[in-house]
């Protein structure tokens, strides 16, 4: 989608005709289709973050286990 929407750019095309590919309600047309490809899909700057996928359980179980690790941490360094 990227790629068309700089082609028309190259093209000349006007911000509306842009806007046919990306606007209005085609961003829930990809979510209720499920197709990633039919329209952009809102994301932010975070997802360039994101190196692996994990199990919601997993991404918890890291999280107390960090606070943990911070909490013994901070006891160590006021002990």
């Known amino acids: 989608l990227a790629d068309e929407c700089i082609a ?7 911000f509306e005709e842009i806007l046919t590919k990306v606007g209005g309600g085609k961003g829930k047309l990809a979510y209720d289709s499920g197709d ?4 952009p899909i809102a ?3 975070i997802v360039g973050m994101i190196d692996e996928i994990k199990p919601v359980k ?3 179980d890291d999280i107390i286990s960090e606070a ?3 909490l013994n941490r901070l006891n160590r ?3």
């Open 8 to 14: 028309l750019e190259e093209a000349g095309a006007s």
């Open 36 to 39: 990633p490809e039919a329209s």
């Open 43 to 45: 994301c932010g700057q």
């Open 58 to 60: 997993k991404i918890i």
């Open 68 to 70: 943990d690790d911070l």
């Open 77 to 79: 360094i006021t002990a």
